[in-house]
């Protein structure tokens, strides 16, 4: 089974600050993928990044990091320089490659930027 | 990225009639696609995989003859809510994902959402 944990249930930040959101995940699968989603008020739900568990690097896509730890299990996204737009629900998710390969979704972060 | 409609966007109906919400991959084929149900200020819980041209699978508690799902094609999959009640409502989400190479067979991408009302 496959287990995902953001222990954040609100954030507050400055505008033009960094942000870091919490993830940890659990799982058996030898291989999976990690993903970010956004979910503004409209309730789309928007890919943000992606991280293989056998990626050497951590993901980055534009002001989008993801600070993966595998030993560690976790999956933090890291946004530099928030902007006021960035205020939305976020969700971690994760992905194993074996059998039924369910995204499994965490409890999800309130992120609220200030000005 | 890849883009996923879905429709229609909010519906109101009254108890005990059904309701049909459709999820189109537009420009990708989406060998499998998911429904997901949100309640408010919680986080998507998934009602059931379907894959083209074949019956769906349900997760555990989701009920298969209420919550109806065709998968008829590479880019079309509906949802069917029969004789809805007032605790159907709420916020279903659809999801494609295809298997064929690059960036979209990890990923998957999400619909606008649905918003169900049963009055």
């Known amino acids: 089974a496959q287990k995902i944990t953001q222990t954040q249930p609100g954030m507050f930040v400055q505008e033009k600050e960094a942000v870091t959101l919490d993830c940890t995940y659990d799982t058996s699968d030898p291989s999976y993928g990690l993903f970010w989603y956004k979910q503004p008020s409209s309730g789309e739900m928007i890919f943000l990044i992606y991280q293989g568990s056998y990626d050497q690097q951590n993901a980055t896509e534009g002001r989008y990091s993801l600070n993966f730890q595998k030993a560690r299990k976790s999956a933090n996204l890291v946004i530099s320089a928030s902007q006021l737009g960035d205020s939305a629900m976020y969700f971690c998710a994760m992905r194993g490659f074996q059998g039924a390969q369910k995204l499994v979704f965490g409890q999800g972060t309130r992120l609220t930027i200030n000005p | 990225g890849a883009v996923v409609s879905q429709h229609p966007s909010r519906v109101i109906c009254k108890s005990g009639t059904s309701v049909k919400i459709e999820c189109r991959s537009l420009d990708f084929q989406a060998t499998t696609m998911f429904w997901y149900r949100q309640f408010p200020k919680k986080s998507l819980m998934l009602m059931a995989t379907?894959?083209?041209?074949?019956?769906?699978?349900?997760e555990q508690g989701v009920e298969k003859d209420k919550f109806l799902i065709n998968h008829a094609s590479l880019t079309l999959s509906t949802l069917t809510v029969t004789s809805a009640h007032p605790e159907d409502s709420s916020f279903y989400i659809c999801s494609a994902r295809s298997r064929t190479s690059g960036i979209i067979t990890n990923t998957q991408y999400f619909g606008p959402g649905t918003r169900l009302t049963v009055l």
């Open positions: 379907s894959n083209e041209g074949s019956k769906a699978t349900y």
